[in-house]
């Protein structure tokens, strides 16, 4: 989910650095660009804050008479000898007292349900903190009801190709891979959670192709394997 901010308050826009086998690093010379809604270059080669290794992030305040709209964070920097980015990082930028329509949508977890079946095998299944006022960080599930219902009408009520999809949509989507570190952890190697999530997807698309419905214990998962998918899919703290 993009990040908004109102004019004249500070949004934290954060990076992650990493080095080809996927393991945080710092870069040299890490900066970033601000530009506005109209793509010009409001803050140039800016030098963010080391939070820890591998991780940094800039804090911009929008003017009072800042253009309204998308904006994007342009992050660069030196990695191993090989220059990286522009990587763009979008986030909108709203006039003060703006009204933000909270989209409707409900949780439930009910286990006699296809809902609930998908829930059960992404580990989405805390509904403590779940108000769709709140913004997405800070939610105690990744999807409604309505979303995981989307997924399982696009895979014709098939529910372990709807898990497969559920999983693929937080493996591809950073907002909800930064979303996904919530147990005990400070630093979470995202390139692993993104390929435990998409093993898993392919598991159960394996599992909806070849295995009765009924056979899901036969998934050969190992005991470290499966531990890391369930933790790494529930890992919920904002970068």
Do not use: C
């Not at 709140?134 to 409604?144: D, N, V």
């Not at 499966?226 to 529930?234: A, K, L």
Request: no cysteine.
């Amino acid at each position: 989910m993009v990040q908004s901010v109102y004019r004249g308050s500070p949004i934290h826009l954060p990076a992650r650095y990493e080095d080809g086998n996927g393991d945080l690093t710092d870069p040299l010379v890490p900066r970033v660009d601000i530009l506005d809604a109209q793509n010009t270059q409001v803050i140039v080669g800016a030098i963010p804050t080391r939070l820890s290794l591998g991780i940094f992030e800039y804090v911009y305040t929008p003017g009072a008479l800042a253009p309204l709209g998308t904006w994007s964070a342009s992050w660069t920097g030196t990695v191993s000898g090989q220059g990286l980015g522009p990587i763009l990082d979008p986030f909108n930028v709203l006039a003060v007292g703006s009204i933000t329509p909270i989209p409707n949508g409900s949780y439930t977890y009910d286990l006699t349900t296809d809902v609930g079946y998908v829930r059960l095998n992404i580990d989405d299944r805390d509904l403590s903190m779940v108000s769709l006022s709140a913004p997405l960080e800070q939610r105690s599930a990744i999807f409604t009801d309505e979303e995981i219902g989307q997924f399982i009408s696009a895979s014709g009520n098939d529910k372990n190709y709807a898990v497969a999809r559920a999983l693929m949509a937080i493996a591809n989507n950073r907002a909800l891979l930064i979303q996904s570190r919530r147990i005990g952890r400070t630093e979470v190697n995202f390139g692993s959670v993104r390929t435990d999530l998409m093993k898993a997807a392919e598991a159960f698309i394996s599992l909806s192709n070849s295995e009765p419905a009924d056979a899901i214990a036969e998934i050969n998962y190992d005991d470290f394997t499966m531990r890391d998918i369930i933790v790494n899919t529930q890992l919920r703290q904002g970068l």
